[in-house]
């Protein structure tokens, strides 16, 4: 069991994708490698890209992958997709595309399918940039597809959160709405060679302007990229770097992994102590039966959570006599 | 407190927001309220509606309310907004534009800011839904502002998924890769007057093609809609209609109803389970140790997870004793 996370440890990528798979999956021998994974960790840049769809942002981080290759940068994406593992292949074309990096041994790109997922998206994610991290990358950027509240909190969990925006989507900045404005460090205006970026640039300094500061003196960059040509991607690495240096300077970085390992905590408490009641309801002959009223809305679903938690504790206690 | 679960019941506006401001709050007053209330839910057509940021959601369900009103159907909508409530406000502009609407005692828009919620989204949509249908709404609509995982949730809950697009988002279909092709009942091309309409239904038709026919025996429909002039809205209405005539006759209605009770008891089972063991925890000196540590990252969070539940379990067990 060790000998696959001793594996991941020196930077094998099979290992390190059947780690990820198995914690994808629940399998406990998954928790098992990313315990003796875990003191690994903490070394890596995490960089959380999001936006909304059509932004150019699989785009955007293959141009990225690029410019920290010729850096000399090891690199892992987590590309979060919503969409399932049979339905999505066919119509992520943009996805392939960074698959141009797929032969070189510094770049490591994991798709996550995490609809359904135990625990939400924060724990796969969580799970998935740890092995990256403990394998040695330089930088883990995280992607999403979608911009919901999850996404939000995905890229709000990474050091750095770069918010991708593009001219002309929607009558403003109607995009840019679903509360990430609040959790970017930089911003870019991708697609920057189309009519209106100048629009979109002004309604974005606005709505910044409107911000308030950030807690450790971070002032948001700007930039505007063509990621089709790799305009403007030399200065977003910069300034990723800028802020990753901020950070540590600031000891805003610690911080940042302190909160990362608490809420981490906090979700899988609640996975396991959820599943430690059900399993032991499931030996109990009135749960099938208390499932049957709450599905059959005989039974309102708090008593019913009241309830089964009440009765694991009276077991336990009886047990224990 | 079952006097203002009452007032709800006979459709007081005041009461219904406060106890959906109660259970947002995670105040017990308002699990009360709502145990109280949940015997008469299930009689609301529940509509979810979502689609990427700018495809004009909430024009469409504002054109969707005055249809249905003068159908004399009473509407509620519960606004799924992940912004913060103070620096939501100011760029809300068409939420603001649904206000017209405020001063018809049959409809009832609540918009709910659920950033950090306990026990997440589709809680919370499922409270504020539940008050909604036992205040007596026919029909009761769920509209999301992001298009991200927890939002998918939310709309594939309810009892009929409209999922709306636009011309010309994107190069292709970009916008509907999150997965929301799958969950949805109807589509709709809002925006239809503008060019690309005609490409936009090529593609839909094409991805819908290679869908797996629905359990229930229903063929998705598609609407082009302009919602700003109010056009195809009738056609949408009636079709939403349909859909819930369908599902009734098929027994699907059943089967959405139970599904959507027994999802929320278990989330609800996951917060109480977490929460029991955290209060049991806090009184424990150790804890703060174990919290220390797990920030720090000298304890890797799942064995902390574990320990936590482990103690817990240990000491119910002492106690009884």
Known sequence: MSEIADRALEGCQVSGARV?????????????????????????????????????????????????????????????????????????????RMQRHATDPGVFIRSMATRGQLGGLSRATFEATGVLDAMGYDVVIVE?????????EVVDLAHTTVVVSVP????????????????????????????????????????????????DGWEPTLHRTVATSGEGIDLLAESCAAHRSHLEETGALDAKAARRAEHFFLELLRSLAAQRILEDAAEDESFSYLIASVRARELDPYSAARRLVGAFELRIAKDEN
């Open 144 to 152: 999403t597809v979608g911009v919901g509240q999850d996404e939000i």
């Open 20 to 96: 990820i798979r198995w914690l994808e999956d629940g399998e406990p021998r998954g928790a098992e490698a990313f315990r003796a994974l875990y003191p690994h960790t903490g070394r890596a840049h995490l960089i959380g890209i999001t936006g909304p769809p059509g932004a150019g942002k699989s785009t955007l981080v293959d141009a990225l992958i690029t410019v920290l290759r010729s850096r000399d940068l090891s690199v892992a994406v987590v590309a979060i997709d919503p969409t399932s593992p049979f339905s999505g292949g066919a119509i992520l074309g943009d996805r392939i």
């Open 168 to 215: 002309g989507l929607g009558d403003d900045v109607q995009a840019l709405k679903a509360g990430i404005l609040e959790v970017g460090d930089l911003f870019v205006i991708n697609k920057a060679d189309r009519p209106g970026a100048d629009d979109t640039e002004k309604h974005l300094l606005a709505m910044l302007h409107g911000r308030a500061p950030a807690a």
